[in-house]
């Protein structure tokens, strides 16, 4: 186990390469300059170049690239071109809101996907079951973008109930969270249904009620636990995608996460940031998506057996 | 989802007929098929449709509130929503189409390569397209709609590359499992080559997931597209986008609100049309629902 | 088997369910001022950035050697007098018994240490204004010498800009580079915290050696969507809530417990020809594009009844506005008159670009409508900020829509920058030697009718050239609750909010 924990961070590292490779070429080759964004419609011409030449942006691609791997791997991934702040203070400053928002957003989809999973199953084709796998659907249709803008014109300006900006109270963060956990609580819903419905086919299943054991017995103690391991992936991966989804759903509310530091970082071609940003989702996406993994293997030993 | 759709081998047996009925059978699917032949029939005959033109302004006509002359109300050009929305639809189903066709043909092409040549290759590519599916979708469309410059191309350009990974995932796993079967090793016993083994044998062999996922794809695309309009990185005026007609509207959004209701409802139900269909199709191609 | 996953499974959402507890519920004190301002500042120290939302926030923690009233007219900070003793040299005598908040005293080596650091690369940003010193020289501990390389006569103004903030150079040195986030001044407030991109906290600084605001904390907090600035504005969770947008004013202007206020700013948004591209570095083209455009009914239609439609290159609120140029009113037939006489082939097919702000893209709409009826085609694009500017840069464009702010309100920085043919932003590439001759002079005459007379002269000039159609000045809205008093907006774009009271 500790092995396979070993090898897949290590594993790490090459990703991280290809990644902060293709976010360099993008910004190579994307139009703008970073020297007249930092430093203003204002600035002088001789400024402009002392800012290219100080932060090496007149060096050709692969001197730039190769000197940002170089100082990475000593753990120095640059400063923000516009605060002049490190490149991680920046970032981490802004990760806890996005991680706050996702995080809530993850407990609202699993408490209402989850039950309203299980009874559409143990409920199939019932007046329930098709309200809520309609609701599901709809849910997965809303764009978030307009999901916020109608939760806002409804809670925070006609009935006045929630702010519709900022993320430093409970009540400030409920507007988002509900925006964002929107796709995921159908998505739950979705999967609990269908893998209820295949757990309640299997042989054991038959056996323990043909043993004459009551409806409530066999779709807790027998039924659920099995059917809940694949919903474990899904909310896994939802996690990660909702750290990803995030980025519309800051700029809707105002919230100063990491998405809307990346979408004005490359608005305002602060590359370093832009860099830095995606090294650190990608790093925070793999770690989600090992920590998936065991915890799968954890609710399964038959998998468990395979990592030995 | 793709755990399921992976095991779904040899789909040609089945014949469309076969498929079409099982999908008649799900009137959800049927009401998405058809919502989203109305869709394609809309963008097609735009023009003879739209009472107006998506460009066509009326500054005194401003802000009309949904009326007999303007089913939407009219923007704050004075023009004609309705019209906009109904050439909007143009715009989507190009994005969502040809997005995913990009994403499905390099996706598909590197795929099958992956898994049928496995070793090296296959390590090389699917490394790549880990690489890419570490960073999140929507961020790595951000950067490349930024690199590429805002327009409706290179709108599909990013949209099409950020879900490449998928399609590579998908067709890799479906050439592993019939790399090795009966009537492939026959085709390679005969002599056929291995571009003729893969185009004749393969790729038709794992379409179906592939339908599956494209079609999921589509409006997957299609929001992506609206998102990136949303943020500003989508299509030049005054193409009408809904992604960035609602945008457009929010500022609006306390005076006028049908601005946004409009484009917004026209993007669920487009999706919504589509997840339709999309599970309607998973379904009528999963044998295990044989049973 | 089953039965421990199920309790794996209730423990995973029991955690989960825990992870509500990480969400404090902070409280706000009666004694705050809460502002709404668009965006955050980026960094705290004054010489990193020259935008307003890090001014807004310099101006409150720092205090210059001198500042402007609203009348433009300069009075003591922390130069208690000055005299321009030549042309190039100007004295000041500081104020005494000023401590910073890190408890150093004020003194004439800060005011060096300032300048000098300045003029280090890390102030690139605000060149412009520290360029013109040639050195400081310290007398004594509490008067300093500035010597410019050049005679500028807006040099003393520039002062009042934030650039010229005087920080401490112990506190820098100890804070190194994350200065930004560690400000020192002499200010009204002291920096307490800031969550970045949410908001920062001042509190009063107790030893300020001037009037002492009324209140104990200023919290400027950044709020991008525009509506959500009004809506917290009317649920009361905002004091005052910086730009309001033009959909909203009616909404506070109606709200009992609101006020609005509005201004003029020290801006004008033009729409510019690439002079050194064929048609438009024909004057005469320029001045047919002109005459097919009713920019007045434009800029009213666009805007709904605020602001300024512009008649010269230089703001009204800023110093020598020339207001006697004419508008030039709106004449098809002559435009496609001129047209003819330049030569110019009609249909002309042309492109005009804009970034994404909505009132320049509006704009740009009805252009393209106005040009198609004298026979330009125009296609318009909208590019995203990096790269429109970017693409500026390359001379590739016909026409395009700006704006330029004089960041200090004189004649000088509304037009040096933006139409010398040395200047920085001069994307119009308009270039002559007049117009030059004519700047270079109007920087070191003194102020008075000769200055004046330069400076009306040179907007004459570019308004014969026409390589600018102008578009708007632009007015901007604040709304505050209505026990706010003493807020008063300056048309420079960042407020000064120590002298607000409540009532």
Redesign the interface.
């Known amino acids: 186990m500790f092995k396979y924990i070993a090898r897949r961070i290590l594993f790490l590292l090459?990703?991280l390469v290809?990644?902060s490779f293709?976010?360099f070429s993008?910004?190579y080759?994307?139009?703008?300059?970073p020297?007249?964004?930092?430093?203003?419609?204002?600035?002088?011409?001789?400024?402009?170049q002392?800012?290219r030449n100080?932060e090496g942006l007149n060096d050709p691609f692969l001197v730039q690239y190769g000197r940002y791997v170089y100082k990475a791997i000593q753990g120095d991934i640059g400063?923000s071109y516009?605060?002049?702040?490190?490149v991680s203070?920046?970032i981490l400053?802004?990760f806890p809101?996005t991680i706050?928002l996702a995080?809530?957003s993850?407990?609202i989809a699993?408490?209402l996907g989850?039950p309203f999973g299980i009874i559409s199953a143990i409920r199939q084709y019932s007046l329930f079951d098709s309200v809520t796998m309609i609701f599901a659907?709809?849910g997965?249709?809303?764009?978030?973008?307009?999901l916020g803008?109608?939760l806002?014109?409804f809670f925070?300006?006609q009935l006045?109930w929630l702010?519709?900006?900022?993320?430093?109270?409970?009540?400030a963060?409920i507007l988002p969270s509900i925006t964002l956990a929107a796709q995921s609580v159908a998505i739950v819903t979705r999967m609990t249904r269908s893998s209820m419905l295949e757990v309640v086919r299997q042989d054991y299943i038959r056996t323990a009620r043909a043993k004459g054991q009551k409806e409530s017995v066999v779709i807790?103690?027998?039924a659920?636990?099995?059917a809940?391991?694949p919903v474990?992936t899904v909310v896994g991966l939802q996690f990660?995608?909702l750290?990803?989804?995030a980025?519309?759903t800051e700029?809707?509310?105002?919230?100063?996460?990491v998405?809307?530091?990346?979408?004005e970082a490359?608005?305002?071609?602060d590359y370093p940031l832009?860099q830095g940003g995606?090294l650190y989702?990608?790093i925070a996406?793999?770690l989600v998506n090992l920590l998936v993994d065991l915890?799968y293997a954890?609710?399964?030993?038959r998998i468990k057996a395979q990592y030995k | 989802m793709n755990e399921h759709t992976e095991k779904n081998i040899g789909q040609s047996q089945h014949g469309l007929k076969e498929i079409f009925k099982r999908l008649s059978r799900a009137p959800l699917a049927m009401i998405g098929l058809a919502i989203v032949v109305v869709l394609v029939f809309t963008a097609v005959f735009a023009g003879f449709i739209a009472p107006y033109g998506y460009a066509e302004q009326d500054l005194m006509a401003a802000f009309e509130e949904p009326s007999g002359a303007h089913l939407f109300g009219t923007d704050e050009f004075g023009r004609d929503i309705f019209s906009r929305i109904i050439y909007g639809s143009r715009i989507s189903l190009q994005v969502g189409f040809i997005a995913v066709g990009i994403a499905v043909f390099a996706g598909g092409f590197l795929g099958a390569i992956a898994g049928y040549y496995g070793g090296k290759a296959d390590n090389l590519i699917m490394r790549a397209m880990d690489v890419l599916l570490s960073i999140p979708s929507i961020l790595l469309a951000i950067a490349i709609a930024a690199s590429l410059g805002p327009g409706l191309f290179n709108l599909m350009i990013a949209v099409g590359i950020s879900s490449t990974p998928n399609y590579a995932r998908i067709v890799r796993g479906s050439v592993l499992s019939i790399r090795n079967q009966e009537f492939v090793e026959a085709a390679k016993a005969v002599g056929s080559s291995d571009l003729r083994i893969i185009l004749k044998h393969i790729i038709p062999n794992c379409l179906a997931p592939i339908i599956v996922q494209a079609t999921l794809g589509v409006a997957i695309a299609i929001l992506t597209a609206a998102g990136l309009s949303f943020i500003g990185l989508g299509i030049q005026p005054p193409i009408p986008e809904w992604g960035a007609m609602l945008s457009g509207g929010r500022e609006y959004i306390r005076d006028y609100a049908y601005m946004t209701v409009f484009p917004g409802l026209a993007i669920m139900i487009t999706i919504l049309a589509l997840n339709f269909l999309g599970d309607g199709l998973r379904d009528a191609l999963d044998p295990k629902l044989k049973r | 088997m089953k039965g421990n996953s199920r309790t794996k499974a209730t423990l995973l959402a029991v955690s989960a369910a825990v992870l509500l507890c990480l969400f404090a519920v902070p409280a706000l004190a009666k004694d705050t001022l809460v502002v709404a301002n668009i965006y955050d500042a980026r960094t705290l120290d004054p010489i990193v950035q020259n935008e307003v939302a890090t001014s807004g926030m310099c101006l409150h923690i720092y205090d210059t050697l001198l500042a402007l009233d609203q009348e433009n007219n300069l009075v003591p900070m922390l130069a208690e007098k000055w005299e321009q003793i030549d042309d190039v040299t100007y004295k000041f005598a500081l104020r005494k018994g000023v401590k910073f908040h890190n408890g150093e005293p004020f003194s004439a080596k800060d005011v060096k240490y300032t300048v000098e650091r300045a003029q280090t690369p890390v102030g690139s940003a605000i060149r412009q204004y520290s360029e013109v010193v040639d050195k400081v020289e310290i007398v004594d501990d509490y008067t300093v010498i500035f010597k410019l390389k050049a005679p500028f006569t807006p040099f003393l103004m520039s002062l009042s800009h934030t650039w010229g903030s005087i920080v401490n150079q112990k506190a820098v040195e100890a804070a190194g580079e994350s200065y930004g986030m560690n400000p020192v001044g002499t200010g009204p407030f002291k920096f307490k915290s800031w969550n970045k991109g949410d908001r920062i906290v001042l509190e009063r600084n107790d030893d300020y050696w001037g009037k002492k605001p009324a209140y104990k904390e200023l919290v400027m907090r950044a709020v991008a969507e525009s509506i959500n600035r009004t809506i917290e504005l009317e649920s009361g969770a905002v004091d005052i809530a910086y730009r309001v947008p033009v959909t909203d004013i009616k909404r506070v202007e109606e709200n009992e417990k609101l006020t609005l206020y509005r201004h003029l700013e020290n801006s004008t948004s033009y729409m510019g020809f690439n002079c050194a591209k064929a048609p438009w570095d024909n004057p005469k083209v320029r001045q047919a594009v002109r005459l097919a455009l009713d920019n007045v009914g434009m800029q009213k239609a666009v805007f709904r009844g605020t602001g300024r439609a512009p008649n010269a290159p230089v703001a009204p609120s800023v110093k020598y506005s020339d207001k006697d140029i004419p508008y030039v009113k709106r004449d098809v037939e002559a435009a496609k008159k001129l047209l003819a006489e330049a030569g110019v082939q009609l249909p002309l097919k042309a492109e005009i670009w804009t970034n994404d702000y909505k009132p320049r893209r509006d704009l740009a709409t009805i252009i393209q409508a106005q040009l198609k009826e004298v026979g330009i085609e125009v296609e318009h694009k909208v590019l995203e900020w990096g790269a429109y500017l970017d693409g500026l840069q390359k001379k590739t464009h016909d026409m395009y829509i700006l704006g330029w702010v004089a960041s200090v309100p004189d004649a000088e920085f509304a037009i040096s920058g933006v139409l010398r043919s040395t200047g920085g932003s001069n994307y119009s590439f308009f270039s002559d030697a007049e117009v030059d001759a004519l700047l270079e002079k109007g920087k070191s005459l003194p102020d008075g009718e000769e200055r004046a007379a330069v400076y009306k002269k040179v907007q004459e000039r570019i308004h014969e050239l026409a390589p600018w159609v102008y578009m708007y000045n632009e007015e901007t809205f604040h709304g505050s609750q209505k026990n706010v008093k003493g807020f008063v907006p300056s048309p420079r774009g960042y407020h000064l909010l120590t002298n607000v009271t409540f009532e």
């Open positions: 090459p990703v290809g990644v293709i976010v993008l910004l080759i994307t139009p703008g300059d020297a007249r964004m930092v430093l203003g419609d204002q600035a002088t011409e001789e400024a402009v002392e800012f100080k400063r516009m605060t002049r702040r490190p203070d920046e400053s802004a809101s706050k995080a809530l993850m407990v699993i408490l989850i659907m709809v997965l249709s809303m764009p978030v973008f307009w803008i109608l806002i014109l925070s300006v006045r702010p519709s900006s900022g993320f430093d109270s409970l009540a963060m807790w103690r027998h659920l636990g099995n809940l391991i474990v990660g995608h750290l990803g989804g980025v519309l700029s809707i509310f105002s919230i100063p996460g998405g809307r530091l990346m979408v490359i608005k305002m071609r832009v995606v989702i990608a996406f793999s915890v954890w609710v399964d030993p």
